[in-house]
C-alpha cells in the first residue's frame, strides 16, 4: 500500500467525504486534501472547531451585495457600506475574484461594480447576461465623477472594456482604465500588490 492511500482507506466515510470535499478546491489535489484533513484532525479544537464555525456563519449569512455584486454576509457590502469610501468614483470589475485583488492593495478609495463575469463570443456570455445594465443605471443616477475599467488584460476583458466604454460615453464621466502594464493574458486575482499599485496609478483615460 502507498503512503498516500492510507488516509483514503483506513478513513470513515465522513472524514473520506471532507478530503474529497477539500481536492476539489483551487489549488489543493488530492494530496493536499489529506495532508490538511490530518492537520484538522490532530487539531481539533485550535483548527477544525474554529473552521466548523466559520463555515456554518458564513454559510447562513451569504448574500451578493444589491448595489455592487460583491459577496459578503450582509446586503449592502462592508465595501458599499463604508462611509469613508469616495462615491465620486466607481471601478467596475468583472469576478468579486478581482475586486478583493485591487481592494488589497487599498489603493482605490472608491466603490465598485462587479459584472459577473466578460462578454465572450466563443462561451456564449452576452451583454444581457452580466451586470451591465445595473452599472448604467448607477451612473445614470448621477454622483460619480470616474469610472475606472478594471477588465482584465484578455482578449474578451478588452472587448468588455471596449463596450462598457461606448455603453458609457453619453454620460458626463471621466473613464479612465488600468494601465497595461499588466501582463497580456494576466487576471488581477494572481497578480502581486505592486503590480496592481502601478496599474491603479498609471490609469490613462479610454480612447
Not at 463555515?55 to 463604508?82: F, K
Not at 452576452?126 to 460619480?144: N, T, W, Y
Not at 477588465?151 to 494601465?179: F, V, W
Request: glycine share 8%; proline share 6%.
Amino acid at each position: 500500500m502507498r503512503p498516500q492511500d492510507y488516509l483514503s482507506v483506513m478513513a470513515s466515510p465522513e472524514i473520506e467525504a471532507l478530503t474529497q470535499a477539500l481536492s476539489r478546491l483551487p489549488g489543493l489535489g488530492p494530496r493536499s486534501a489529506r495532508r490538511a484533513v490530518l492537520h484538522l484532525l490532530k487539531k481539533r479544537e485550535t483548527a477544525l472547531d474554529p473552521l466548523l464555525s466559520a463555515l456554518d456563519a458564513v454559510s447562513r449569512g451569504l448574500s451578493t451585495c444589491g448595489a455592487c455584486g460583491n459577496v459578503d454576509t450582509s446586503d449592502p457590502c462592508a465595501v458599499c457600506a463604508d462611509p469613508r469610501r469616495d462615491a465620486r468614483s466607481l471601478c467596475v470589475v468583472e469576478e468579486v475574484a478581482d475586486l478583493w485583488a485591487l481592494d488589497r492593495s487599498r489603493l482605490f478609495p472608491g466603490k465598485f461594480h462587479v459584472l459577473g463575469g466578460r462578454l465572450s463570443a466563443l462561451e456564449g456570455v452576452r451583454p444581457e447576461d452580466l451586470r451591465i445594465d445595473s452599472l448604467v443605471r448607477r451612473v445614470a443616477a448621477g454622483g460619480i465623477d470616474e469610472v475606472v475599467l478594471a477588465m482584465n488584460a484578455t482578449l474578451d476583458g478588452q472587448t468588455t472594456a471596449h463596450y462598457l466604454a461606448e455603453r458609457l460615453e453619453s454620460y458626463p464621466i471621466r473613464l479612465t482604465q488600468l494601465a497595461h502594464g499588466l501582463p497580456v493574458g494576466g487576471e488581477l486575482d494572481y497578480l502581486d500588490e505592486g503590480t496592481l499599485a502601478q496599474a491603479l496609478r498609471a490609469r490613462r483615460p479610454v480612447a
